[in-house]
């Protein structure tokens, strides 16, 4: 008996320590992580988007987490811009940091690519503006018509990738989804950032 409880009274005491170690003590760190003052607060269109990121899997193929040079030099070299810190995802929840990358990161996708059209292209026939494209097109966000109304948004499709006659039209779902990747800018500069450690006259030798 006195057994059995030692061992509960254990395995509480290395759950108690787990829990303060990866929850408690992460949450305060966070709770007080400095926010960029460029960072904006995301639109109620934006936001829509960002479910329709999540609910398309865009996060199984895209992470949004560039990395430090310590640990990939090709990031920076990629143009994905400076690693990101846990303030750049203030407004992230759930985060969306990924864990694959069969496609680009898309940290910074809305200053790498600032154009409308470039995205709604994109996603209709990615082979369209990317040759050899792996990522598969999201038409069902388009309505294909035979003339395009007053307020319909007009996606014009280059040839051959477009439909043989009629007009393509985002529907909201799509314009929000650009919109929230659009939003993927974080070219502000980073309180937080680490600042690499100067060089010593050996080192430059």
């Not at 759950?15 to 607060?41: F, G, R």
């Not at 303030?87 to 898309?106: E, N, S």
Request: hydrophobic letters at 35%.
């Amino acid at each position: 008996m006195k057994r059995a409880l030692a061992i509960m009274v254990g395995a509480a005491f290395i759950l108690l320590l787990a829990t303060l170690t990866l929850v408690v003590l992460p949450y305060i760190q966070m709770s007080t992580e400095a926010v960029p003052p460029d960072l904006k607060p995301y639109t109620e269109q934006e936001l829509a988007g960002r479910q329709s990121y999540i609910a398309n899997g865009c996060v199984y193929c895209h992470s949004q987490q560039p990395r430090d040079p310590s640990f990939a030099t090709g990031d920076r070299d990629r143009g994905w811009g400076r690693p990101g810190v846990p303030g750049d995802y203030a407004y992230d929840k759930p985060h969306l940091l990924g864990t694959m990358r069969t496609g680009p990161d898309l940290f910074n996708i809305g200053a790498r690519q600032p154009s409308e059209d470039w995205h709604l292209i994109h996603l209709y026939n990615p082979q369209a503006v990317m040759k050899g494209s792996i990522m598969p097109p999201y038409r069902f966000l388009f309505k294909e018509v035979d003339k395009a109304g007053v307020n319909d948004r007009v996606v014009n499709i280059p040839p051959p990738y477009g439909p043989e006659s009629g007009q393509v039209v985002a529907t909201d779902e799509a314009k929000a989804l650009v919109a929230y990747l659009l939003a993927l800018d974080h070219t502000y500069p980073a309180p937080t950032l680490p600042k690499a450690e100067p060089t010593s006259d050996t080192d430059k030798e």
